[in-house]
Protein backbone atom coordinates (compact mmCIF):
# COMPACT_ATOMS: atom_id res chain seq x y z
CA UNK A 1 0.00 0.00 0.00
CA UNK A 2 1.50 3.37 -1.22
CA UNK A 3 1.03 6.63 0.19
CA UNK A 4 -1.32 9.30 -2.40
CA UNK A 5 -1.97 12.88 -1.58
CA UNK A 6 -5.47 12.21 -3.42
CA UNK A 7 -6.53 9.45 -0.98
CA UNK A 8 -5.26 11.51 1.93
CA UNK A 9 -6.63 14.78 1.18
CA UNK A 10 -9.83 12.57 0.72
CA UNK A 11 -9.36 11.29 4.53
CA UNK A 12 -8.29 14.57 6.58
CA UNK A 13 -9.69 17.64 4.47
CA UNK A 14 -13.41 18.37 4.14
CA UNK A 15 -15.27 16.85 0.69
CA UNK A 16 -15.83 20.35 -0.76
CA UNK A 17 -11.71 21.23 -0.38
CA UNK A 18 -10.83 17.41 -1.44
CA UNK A 19 -13.02 17.87 -4.43
CA UNK A 20 -11.14 21.21 -5.44
CA UNK A 21 -7.89 20.10 -4.87
CA UNK A 22 -8.09 16.65 -6.62
CA UNK A 23 -6.78 17.77 -10.25
CA UNK A 24 -3.76 19.25 -8.88
CA UNK A 25 -3.24 16.15 -5.78
CA UNK A 26 -4.23 13.93 -8.96
CA UNK A 27 -1.32 15.60 -10.84
CA UNK A 28 1.49 15.14 -7.58
CA UNK A 29 0.63 11.43 -7.10
CA UNK A 30 1.03 11.32 -11.15
CA UNK A 31 4.51 12.35 -10.35
CA UNK A 32 5.55 10.94 -7.53
CA UNK A 33 4.24 7.37 -8.65
CA UNK A 34 3.70 6.59 -12.75
CA UNK A 35 6.39 4.04 -14.00
CA UNK A 36 6.71 6.18 -17.54
CA UNK A 37 9.69 8.17 -18.50
CA UNK A 38 7.33 11.40 -18.03
CA UNK A 39 7.22 10.08 -14.21
CA UNK A 40 10.40 9.66 -13.95
CA UNK A 41 11.29 12.86 -15.24
CA UNK A 42 8.84 14.84 -12.73
CA UNK A 43 10.54 12.87 -10.00
CA UNK A 44 14.21 13.87 -10.71
CA UNK A 45 12.88 17.36 -10.84
CA UNK A 46 10.76 17.28 -7.40
CA UNK A 47 13.98 15.52 -6.20
CA UNK A 48 16.24 17.85 -7.87
CA UNK A 49 14.38 20.41 -6.46
CA UNK A 50 13.99 19.27 -2.85
CA UNK A 51 17.97 19.03 -2.74
CA UNK A 52 18.47 22.50 -4.03
CA UNK A 53 15.94 23.72 -1.66
CA UNK A 54 17.81 21.92 1.36
CA UNK A 55 21.15 24.09 -0.73
CA UNK A 56 20.13 26.70 -0.95
CA UNK A 57 19.59 26.83 2.95
CA UNK A 58 22.84 25.49 3.59
CA UNK A 59 24.57 27.82 1.11
CA UNK A 60 22.77 31.16 2.85
CA UNK A 61 23.52 29.73 6.24
CA UNK A 62 27.55 28.90 4.75
CA UNK A 63 27.75 32.66 3.50
CA UNK A 64 26.28 33.99 6.32
CA UNK A 65 28.57 31.99 8.38
CA UNK A 66 31.87 32.62 6.66
CA UNK A 67 31.32 36.56 5.83
CA UNK A 68 30.71 36.94 9.74
CA UNK A 69 33.85 35.09 10.32
CA UNK A 70 35.85 37.08 7.60
CA UNK A 71 34.22 40.42 7.30
CA UNK A 72 33.20 42.00 3.60
CA UNK A 73 36.98 42.43 2.40
CA UNK A 74 38.12 38.97 2.91
CA UNK A 75 34.87 37.31 2.18
CA UNK A 76 34.65 39.40 -1.26
CA UNK A 77 38.47 37.69 -2.11
CA UNK A 78 37.36 34.05 -1.30
CA UNK A 79 33.89 34.57 -3.39
CA UNK A 80 35.89 35.96 -6.09
CA UNK A 81 38.32 33.26 -6.23
CA UNK A 82 35.80 30.26 -5.57
CA UNK A 83 33.38 31.69 -8.03
CA UNK A 84 36.26 31.79 -10.30
CA UNK A 85 37.15 28.03 -9.79
CA UNK A 86 33.65 26.65 -9.90
CA UNK A 87 33.47 28.26 -13.47
CA UNK A 88 36.57 27.49 -14.87
CA UNK A 89 36.23 23.99 -13.62
CA UNK A 90 33.29 23.43 -15.21
CA UNK A 91 34.51 24.46 -18.27
CA UNK A 92 37.52 22.29 -17.94
CA UNK A 93 35.32 19.21 -18.36
CA UNK A 94 34.84 20.71 -22.40
CA UNK A 95 31.34 19.61 -22.20
CA UNK A 96 31.82 15.96 -21.53
CA UNK A 97 29.74 16.27 -18.46
CA UNK A 98 26.68 17.13 -20.64
CA UNK A 99 27.30 15.72 -23.76
CA UNK A 100 27.30 12.26 -21.81
CA UNK A 101 24.02 12.78 -20.96
CA UNK A 102 23.14 12.08 -24.67
CA UNK A 103 25.37 9.50 -25.53
CA UNK A 104 24.11 7.60 -22.60
CA UNK A 105 20.80 7.49 -23.43
CA UNK A 106 21.44 6.97 -26.70
CA UNK A 107 23.52 3.69 -26.54
CA UNK A 108 21.59 2.16 -23.75
CA UNK A 109 18.18 2.80 -26.01
CA UNK A 110 19.98 1.07 -29.10
CA UNK A 111 21.69 -1.58 -27.24
CA UNK A 112 25.63 -0.15 -27.99
CA UNK A 113 26.89 -1.39 -24.83
CA UNK A 114 30.47 -1.28 -26.16
CA UNK A 115 30.46 2.14 -26.72
CA UNK A 116 28.43 2.56 -23.39
CA UNK A 117 31.32 1.10 -21.59
CA UNK A 118 33.47 3.26 -23.75
CA UNK A 119 32.35 6.38 -23.07
CA UNK A 120 31.79 6.12 -19.46
CA UNK A 121 35.75 5.22 -19.38
CA UNK A 122 36.72 7.55 -21.75
CA UNK A 123 35.15 10.33 -20.33
CA UNK A 124 36.11 10.23 -17.07
CA UNK A 125 39.85 10.13 -18.24
CA UNK A 126 39.98 12.43 -20.47
CA UNK A 127 38.68 15.32 -17.75
CA UNK A 128 40.89 14.25 -15.47
CA UNK A 129 43.93 14.66 -17.98
CA UNK A 130 42.19 18.20 -19.63
CA UNK A 131 41.12 19.50 -15.75
CA UNK A 132 44.52 19.11 -14.38
CA UNK A 133 46.79 20.71 -17.65
CA UNK A 134 44.46 23.67 -17.37
CA UNK A 135 45.05 23.74 -13.21
CA UNK A 136 48.74 24.13 -14.22
CA UNK A 137 48.60 26.35 -16.97
CA UNK A 138 46.66 28.48 -14.39
CA UNK A 139 48.70 28.34 -11.49
CA UNK A 140 51.56 29.90 -13.91
CA UNK A 141 49.43 32.52 -15.71
CA UNK A 142 48.70 33.68 -11.90
CA UNK A 143 52.23 34.02 -11.18
CA UNK A 144 53.22 35.36 -14.24
CA UNK A 145 50.15 38.17 -14.03
CA UNK A 146 51.08 38.85 -10.10
CA UNK A 147 52.79 42.00 -10.86
CA UNK A 148 48.92 43.38 -12.57
CA UNK A 149 46.80 41.77 -9.98
CA UNK A 150 45.90 42.88 -6.46
CA UNK A 151 48.53 41.37 -3.91
CA UNK A 152 45.60 39.92 -2.22
CA UNK A 153 43.83 38.56 -4.74
CA UNK A 154 47.76 36.00 -5.55
CA UNK A 155 48.11 33.44 -3.12
CA UNK A 156 44.63 32.83 -3.22
CA UNK A 157 43.93 32.18 -6.43
CA UNK A 158 47.06 29.77 -7.20
CA UNK A 159 45.86 27.97 -3.62
CA UNK A 160 41.89 27.77 -5.45
CA UNK A 161 43.65 26.29 -8.79
CA UNK A 162 44.20 23.30 -6.80
CA UNK A 163 40.41 22.45 -6.87
CA UNK A 164 40.04 22.26 -10.21
CA UNK A 165 40.27 18.65 -11.22
CA UNK A 166 38.16 17.65 -8.49
CA UNK A 167 35.29 20.26 -9.18
CA UNK A 168 35.55 18.85 -12.99
CA UNK A 169 35.70 15.39 -11.93
CA UNK A 170 32.25 16.01 -9.98
CA UNK A 171 30.75 17.58 -12.55
CA UNK A 172 31.32 14.63 -15.06
CA UNK A 173 30.18 12.29 -12.34
CA UNK A 174 27.09 14.28 -11.98
CA UNK A 175 26.50 14.34 -15.85
CA UNK A 176 26.76 10.17 -15.62
CA UNK A 177 24.30 10.18 -12.46
CA UNK A 178 21.90 12.89 -14.67
CA UNK A 179 22.40 10.40 -17.86
CA UNK A 180 20.90 7.19 -15.48
CA UNK A 181 18.33 9.87 -13.45
CA UNK A 182 20.40 9.09 -10.35
CA UNK A 183 19.55 12.53 -9.06
CA UNK A 184 20.69 12.02 -5.63
CA UNK A 185 24.50 11.11 -6.43
CA UNK A 186 24.56 13.77 -9.19
CA UNK A 187 23.28 16.71 -6.54
CA UNK A 188 23.55 15.54 -3.40
CA UNK A 189 27.79 15.95 -3.55
CA UNK A 190 28.11 18.97 -4.83
CA UNK A 191 24.94 21.20 -3.38
CA UNK A 192 24.64 18.99 -0.18
CA UNK A 193 28.11 17.48 0.86
CA UNK A 194 30.29 20.13 -0.49
CA UNK A 195 29.35 23.07 0.86
CA UNK A 196 28.38 21.61 4.52
CA UNK A 197 32.24 20.16 4.47
CA UNK A 198 33.84 23.51 3.45
CA UNK A 199 31.75 25.09 6.55
CA UNK A 200 33.26 22.50 9.04
CA UNK A 201 36.81 22.01 7.77
CA UNK A 202 36.59 26.43 7.85
CA UNK A 203 35.22 26.10 11.46
CA UNK A 204 37.84 23.56 12.62
CA UNK A 205 40.86 25.66 11.27
CA UNK A 206 39.69 28.67 13.02
CA UNK A 207 39.07 26.64 16.17
CA UNK A 208 42.98 25.29 15.72
CA UNK A 209 43.80 28.90 15.19
CA UNK A 210 44.04 29.99 11.26
CA UNK A 211 43.04 33.37 10.76
CA UNK A 212 39.81 34.25 9.74
CA UNK A 213 40.51 35.07 6.10
CA UNK A 214 40.06 34.06 2.43
CA UNK A 215 43.06 31.84 2.67
CA UNK A 216 42.04 29.64 5.08
CA UNK A 217 38.97 29.77 3.13
CA UNK A 218 40.30 28.35 0.43
CA UNK A 219 42.27 25.97 1.92
CA UNK A 220 38.77 24.33 3.94
CA UNK A 221 37.05 24.43 0.23
CA UNK A 222 40.66 22.29 -0.98
CA UNK A 223 39.97 19.76 1.34
CA UNK A 224 35.64 20.04 1.02
CA UNK A 225 36.08 19.26 -2.46
CA UNK A 226 38.69 16.66 -2.70
CA UNK A 227 36.76 14.25 0.07
CA UNK A 228 33.38 14.85 -1.59
CA UNK A 229 34.59 14.22 -5.36
CA UNK A 230 36.32 11.48 -4.18
CA UNK A 231 33.81 9.53 -2.49
CA UNK A 232 31.12 10.60 -5.25
CA UNK A 233 33.79 8.60 -7.74
CA UNK A 234 33.50 5.43 -5.58
CA UNK A 235 29.59 5.88 -5.29
CA UNK A 236 29.25 6.49 -9.24
CA UNK A 237 31.75 3.91 -9.99
CA UNK A 238 29.91 0.92 -8.38
CA UNK A 239 26.59 1.85 -9.10
CA UNK A 240 27.89 1.83 -12.60
CA UNK A 241 29.18 -1.35 -12.63
CA UNK A 242 26.30 -2.90 -11.55
CA UNK A 243 24.29 -1.30 -14.31
CA UNK A 244 26.83 -2.25 -17.21
CA UNK A 245 27.82 -5.78 -17.66
CA UNK A 246 31.69 -6.52 -18.14
CA UNK A 247 32.82 -6.28 -22.12
CA UNK A 248 34.46 -4.69 -24.71
CA UNK A 249 34.84 -1.06 -25.04
CA UNK A 250 34.83 0.94 -28.22
CA UNK A 251 36.22 4.33 -28.09
CA UNK A 252 34.70 7.06 -30.39
CA UNK A 253 36.77 9.93 -29.34
CA UNK A 254 36.70 12.34 -32.18
CA UNK A 255 32.95 11.88 -32.73
CA UNK A 256 32.30 12.46 -28.90
CA UNK A 257 34.59 14.90 -28.75
CA UNK A 258 33.00 17.09 -31.96
CA UNK A 259 29.10 17.11 -30.50
CA UNK A 260 31.33 17.73 -26.69
CA UNK A 261 32.71 21.18 -28.37
CA UNK A 262 29.70 23.00 -29.28
CA UNK A 263 28.00 21.61 -25.73
CA UNK A 264 31.02 23.02 -24.31
CA UNK A 265 30.76 27.05 -26.38
CA UNK A 266 27.32 26.69 -25.14
CA UNK A 267 28.18 25.86 -21.47
CA UNK A 268 30.24 28.20 -21.24
CA UNK A 269 28.73 31.06 -22.44
CA UNK A 270 26.10 30.04 -19.71
CA UNK A 271 28.08 29.76 -17.03
CA UNK A 272 29.97 33.17 -17.46
CA UNK A 273 26.75 34.44 -18.22
CA UNK A 274 25.65 33.23 -15.10
CA UNK A 275 28.50 34.66 -13.04
CA UNK A 276 29.32 37.61 -15.52
CA UNK A 277 27.89 39.96 -13.45
CA UNK A 278 29.94 38.65 -9.71
CA UNK A 279 33.37 38.71 -11.92
CA UNK A 280 32.96 42.18 -13.84
CA UNK A 281 32.10 43.54 -10.00
CA UNK A 282 35.31 42.28 -8.89
CA UNK A 283 36.97 43.68 -12.12
CA UNK A 284 35.92 46.98 -11.50
CA UNK A 285 35.26 47.27 -7.91
CA UNK A 286 36.61 46.41 -4.33
CA UNK A 287 36.26 42.73 -2.66
CA UNK A 288 33.87 44.60 -0.11
CA UNK A 289 31.53 45.96 -3.05
CA UNK A 290 32.19 42.22 -4.28
CA UNK A 291 31.04 40.53 -1.13
CA UNK A 292 27.62 42.74 -1.71
CA UNK A 293 26.92 42.07 -4.69
CA UNK A 294 27.28 38.22 -4.14
CA UNK A 295 25.30 37.73 -0.88
CA UNK A 296 22.49 39.82 -2.85
CA UNK A 297 22.42 37.23 -6.01
CA UNK A 298 22.35 34.62 -3.09
CA UNK A 299 19.33 35.55 -2.06
CA UNK A 300 17.81 34.79 -5.55
CA UNK A 301 19.28 31.14 -5.33
CA UNK A 302 15.54 29.87 -4.13
CA UNK A 303 14.80 31.38 -7.34
CA UNK A 304 17.11 30.23 -9.70
CA UNK A 305 16.97 26.42 -7.98
CA UNK A 306 13.45 25.83 -9.77
CA UNK A 307 14.57 26.69 -13.55
CA UNK A 308 18.12 24.16 -12.35
CA UNK A 309 15.87 21.05 -10.99
CA UNK A 310 13.58 21.18 -14.14
CA UNK A 311 16.87 20.96 -16.13
CA UNK A 312 18.48 18.45 -14.51
CA UNK A 313 15.61 16.46 -14.53
CA UNK A 314 14.17 16.35 -17.74
CA UNK A 315 17.68 16.91 -20.39
CA UNK A 316 17.88 12.81 -20.38
CA UNK A 317 14.30 12.86 -21.61
CA UNK A 318 14.62 15.54 -23.92
CA UNK A 319 17.38 13.48 -25.65
CA UNK A 320 15.78 10.41 -25.48
CA UNK A 321 12.37 11.68 -26.65
CA UNK A 322 14.42 13.13 -29.80
CA UNK A 323 14.77 9.92 -31.33
CA UNK A 324 11.20 8.89 -30.81
CA UNK A 325 7.87 10.67 -31.96
CA UNK A 326 8.30 14.35 -32.40
CA UNK A 327 4.80 15.27 -30.42
CA UNK A 328 5.60 13.45 -27.61
CA UNK A 329 8.97 15.43 -27.30
CA UNK A 330 6.80 18.93 -28.17
CA UNK A 331 4.04 18.06 -25.43
CA UNK A 332 6.87 16.95 -22.91
CA UNK A 333 9.32 20.47 -23.74
CA UNK A 334 5.85 22.31 -23.50
CA UNK A 335 5.04 20.92 -19.91
CA UNK A 336 8.27 21.76 -19.04
CA UNK A 337 7.82 25.18 -19.06
CA UNK A 338 4.88 25.14 -16.86
CA UNK A 339 7.00 23.22 -14.18
CA UNK A 340 9.82 26.08 -14.19
CA UNK A 341 7.47 29.14 -14.22
CA UNK A 342 5.07 28.48 -11.75
CA UNK A 343 7.39 27.70 -8.83
CA UNK A 344 9.86 30.30 -9.49
CA UNK A 345 7.25 33.03 -9.73
CA UNK A 346 6.41 32.18 -6.45
CA UNK A 347 9.73 31.66 -5.25
CA UNK A 348 10.69 35.49 -6.55
CA UNK A 349 7.74 37.04 -4.76
CA UNK A 350 8.88 34.92 -1.45
CA UNK A 351 12.65 36.37 -2.15
CA UNK A 352 11.56 39.79 -2.49
CA UNK A 353 9.60 40.07 0.72
CA UNK A 354 11.87 38.56 3.00
CA UNK A 355 15.47 39.70 1.24
CA UNK A 356 15.90 42.50 3.27
CA UNK A 357 15.81 40.47 6.74
CA UNK A 358 17.83 37.90 5.33
CA UNK A 359 20.70 40.11 3.76
CA UNK A 360 21.07 41.76 7.36
CA UNK A 361 22.43 38.40 8.42
CA UNK A 362 25.21 38.79 6.64
CA UNK A 363 26.16 42.22 8.41
CA UNK A 364 24.90 46.07 8.41
CA UNK A 365 26.38 47.00 4.90
CA UNK A 366 25.19 43.88 3.13
CA UNK A 367 21.45 45.68 2.92
CA UNK A 368 22.50 48.11 0.92
CA UNK A 369 22.01 44.96 -1.91
CA UNK A 370 18.35 44.76 -1.53
CA UNK A 371 16.70 47.32 -3.86
CA UNK A 372 18.93 45.33 -6.25
CA UNK A 373 16.63 42.32 -6.29
CA UNK A 374 14.22 44.37 -7.57
CA UNK A 375 15.71 44.67 -10.55
CA UNK A 376 17.62 40.95 -10.63
CA UNK A 377 14.18 39.32 -10.06
CA UNK A 378 12.90 40.17 -13.63
CA UNK A 379 15.83 38.75 -15.82
CA UNK A 380 14.97 35.35 -13.16
CA UNK A 381 11.55 34.71 -14.08
CA UNK A 382 12.14 35.74 -17.75
CA UNK A 383 14.56 32.90 -17.79
CA UNK A 384 11.54 30.49 -15.81
CA UNK A 385 8.67 31.72 -18.37
CA UNK A 386 11.15 30.14 -21.63
CA UNK A 387 11.77 26.59 -19.84
CA UNK A 388 15.23 24.92 -20.12
CA UNK A 389 15.78 26.11 -23.65
CA UNK A 390 19.34 25.34 -23.90
CA UNK A 391 18.76 21.67 -22.95
CA UNK A 392 16.22 21.14 -25.23
CA UNK A 393 18.31 22.25 -28.10
CA UNK A 394 21.40 20.68 -26.85
CA UNK A 395 20.07 17.25 -26.49
CA UNK A 396 18.46 17.56 -29.76
CA UNK A 397 21.58 18.26 -31.68
CA UNK A 398 20.92 22.25 -32.17
CA UNK A 399 23.90 22.97 -29.95
CA UNK A 400 25.83 24.84 -32.40
CA UNK A 401 23.20 27.21 -32.95
CA UNK A 402 22.64 27.25 -28.90
CA UNK A 403 26.26 28.27 -28.64
CA UNK A 404 25.81 30.99 -31.22
CA UNK A 405 22.78 32.82 -28.80
CA UNK A 406 24.65 32.32 -25.73
CA UNK A 407 28.19 33.75 -27.70
CA UNK A 408 25.61 36.52 -28.20
CA UNK A 409 23.87 37.00 -24.95
CA UNK A 410 27.59 37.23 -23.39
CA UNK A 411 28.72 39.89 -25.33
CA UNK A 412 25.73 41.93 -24.94
CA UNK A 413 26.28 41.09 -21.28
CA UNK A 414 29.86 41.94 -21.15
CA UNK A 415 29.70 45.45 -23.12
CA UNK A 416 27.11 46.27 -20.48
CA UNK A 417 28.86 46.19 -17.39
CA UNK A 418 31.80 47.72 -19.12
CA UNK A 419 29.59 50.23 -19.57
CA UNK A 420 26.88 50.55 -17.05
CA UNK A 421 29.21 49.68 -13.35
CA UNK A 422 31.88 52.33 -14.14
CA UNK A 423 28.75 54.76 -14.29
CA UNK A 424 25.99 53.19 -12.03
CA UNK A 425 28.02 50.89 -9.71
CA UNK A 426 26.66 48.07 -8.41
CA UNK A 427 23.18 48.84 -9.77
CA UNK A 428 24.73 48.93 -13.59
CA UNK A 429 26.05 45.16 -13.04
CA UNK A 430 22.36 43.96 -11.92
CA UNK A 431 20.88 46.02 -14.91
CA UNK A 432 23.31 44.31 -17.11
CA UNK A 433 22.65 40.99 -15.55
CA UNK A 434 18.92 41.74 -15.99
CA UNK A 435 18.62 43.52 -19.84
CA UNK A 436 20.86 39.85 -20.66
CA UNK A 437 18.87 37.28 -18.99
CA UNK A 438 15.24 38.52 -20.72
CA UNK A 439 17.58 39.10 -24.31
CA UNK A 440 18.54 35.29 -23.75
CA UNK A 441 15.51 34.06 -22.67
CA UNK A 442 13.61 35.73 -25.76
CA UNK A 443 16.48 34.73 -27.71
CA UNK A 444 16.44 30.73 -26.98
CA UNK A 445 12.56 30.77 -27.60
CA UNK A 446 12.59 31.87 -30.70
CA UNK A 447 15.38 30.05 -32.02
CA UNK A 448 13.59 26.34 -30.02
CA UNK A 449 10.75 27.53 -32.39
CA UNK A 450 12.39 28.40 -35.49
CA UNK A 451 14.50 24.88 -35.69
CA UNK A 452 12.04 22.38 -33.68
CA UNK A 453 8.42 24.85 -33.84
CA UNK A 454 7.71 24.26 -29.97
CA UNK A 455 6.51 26.85 -28.32
CA UNK A 456 8.69 27.22 -25.61
CA UNK A 457 7.06 30.38 -23.88
CA UNK A 458 4.46 30.11 -20.83
CA UNK A 459 1.35 31.94 -21.93
CA UNK A 460 1.97 30.04 -25.42
CA UNK A 461 3.21 26.75 -24.19
CA UNK A 462 -0.53 25.18 -23.81
CA UNK A 463 -1.49 26.17 -26.78
CA UNK A 464 0.70 23.75 -28.71
CA UNK A 465 3.54 24.21 -31.32
CA UNK A 466 3.39 26.91 -34.02
Not at 40 to 46: D, T
Not at 76 to 89: D, E, N
Not at 134 to 143: P, S
Request: hydrophobic fraction near 60%; charge should be positive; include cysteine.
Amino acid sequence: MRFSAATTAGRFLPQRWALRMGPLLGRIDAVLFTADERGEAGRMSVIAFSIRIVSAVIAFISQVLMARWMGSFEYGIFVLVWVTMVIVGNLACLGFHTSVIRFIPEYRERGLMDELRGIVLASRLFVLIASTLIAGLGALGVWLAAPWIESYYVIPFILGVICLPMIAMSDLLSGLARANSWALFALSPTYLVRPVLILLFMALMLFVGYAPDARTATFASIAATYATTLGQLVGVTQRMERQIPAGPIKVHFAQWFVVSLPIFLVESFFFLLTNADVLMVGAYMDPNDVAVYFATVKTLALVHFVYFAVKAGVAQRYAQFTHGDPQRLAAFARETVSWTFWPSLLMALLVLALGEPMLVLFGPEFTSGYPLLFLLVFGVVARAAVGPCESLLTMSGNQNICAAVYAMTLAFNIALNVVLIPMFGLWGAAMATAFAMIFEAGALSFTVWRKLGIAMLIFLAPKGAA
